[in-house]
């Protein structure tokens, strides 16, 4: 058991000086600006926070050319280790979209921050009024959410025992994707805070856990499959064939004349939808619909609230119009659309009410096909779109190495 350590720092790389006040951030749009972390503790999480007013007018989402809106203000989020360092596993520990992580806490069952959930309310608007201050937290849960001591310990990025120290890396997403050009309202005055979730370093423990078989190597990572516009035929997303998966989270986005937030399915009537499956090596090895992941999600995810008369629905607005298809009547929705749901290999689909997973037993298994020369994919059939192809953004928590000794039936 570590004593915990937060440090908050304000790195001036994410804090450009001589800005004009009320003038649009020039953050946005840069690519690749990095910080080095100190390395003297190893690291647990990492949490972003984005402070930032609406200046010189009313700011109009450009919801046509970009969903995600303010949401999508950190494009990509990188954390980067050493070279050769931890292998088998990549040098980018975290590579990541902002949005995704948002939906990837809540899918993991960890709870939003009150601010965060006001910009999701915010942003789910078609304008957000001038002078409005918001602030937006990426949480970069590491070490995978519940785990607990000592396990917790060894899946920590042991920076403490390298010779150069990660790298922090940051995209930021242009500002004519995330509102309308020509408009008045700019996003500005952004302050960029990053804080490090670390435990204090102990000779001793890190002797024990090096002489042990050593920390336990990880990434949190996310990727992207396009389903070409005009396709009719069964799709297959390659899972990368590495690692073992903790979780696998899909973040969808309809095509069509403009991308909006729904399922790639090609039927969504109720009791007809389109099923999934998962397949290793050519054969089934479990069947799902993307309506059915959702409750399940929620039965361990917080139900957050910012106000009480509003909840913030991720992917999508609850009460949307909802049209299922075969001539079914258009009307209003009650339920979430499935836009983003996870797989949770770890907790056994429905996790446990927030008790702690012991053991890496409950694992999808990347490895083991890889080495048999076989493949690991989702097979779906996909809506038939024109103009903007379909969208599906996967990715979740790997483990790599040797795992036998956390798979094994204790006494």
Known sequence: MLFNNIDWVRPDKFNPAGVAVNAQSPLLGQTGLSYELDRTKPIAEVLIRARFQIAGGALTLNTTAFVDGILGLFKRIRLRRPSGVQAPSPQNAVDFSGIGLIEYCANAGINLPTDTLGAIIANAGATIAQNTWISLVIRIPYVFPGLPSPTRQRCTLP????????????????????????????????????????DEPNTAHTTAVSGAGGYIPADLTEANYTVAPGTTTEQSIPIALHGRYLTLQLRS????????????????????????????????????????????????????SHLQATS??????????????GGLTLGACLFQTPASVMLDFMNDAAA????????????????????????????????NV??????????????????????????
């Open 253 to 304: 986005y309809l095509g069509g004349a403009n991308l909006t937030r729904n399922v790639p399915d090609a039927v969504t009537i109720p009791g007809q939808e389109t099923s999934w499956e998962l397949r290793v090596g050519g054969n089934r090895k479990f069947k799902f619909f993307l309506s059915q992941l959702l409750p399940l999600n929620d039965l361990s995810r917080p139900l957050n």
């Open 159 to 198: 920076c403490h025992t390298w010779t150069e120290s990660p790298k922090l890396e940051i995209d930021f997403e242009t500002a004519a994707n995330m509102y309308t050009n020509g408009t008045a309202g700019v996003i500005a005055n952004m302050a960029i805070d990053v804080a490090l979730i670390r």
């Open 352 to 383: 446990s009410d927030g008790a702690p997973a012991y053991d890496f037993g409950s694992t999808l298994d990347a490895e083991t096909p890889f080495a048999n020369g076989q493949k690991v994919e989702l097979a779906f059939l996909p809506a």
């Open 386 to 411: 024109a103009t903007n192809g379909s969208v599906i953004w996967y990715g979740g928590h790997r483990l790599w190495g040797d795992l036998s000794n956390y798979m094994a039936v204790a006494a």
């Open 312 to 325: 913030p629905a991720l992917g999508r607005p609850v009460n949307a119009a909802f049209n299922p298809g």
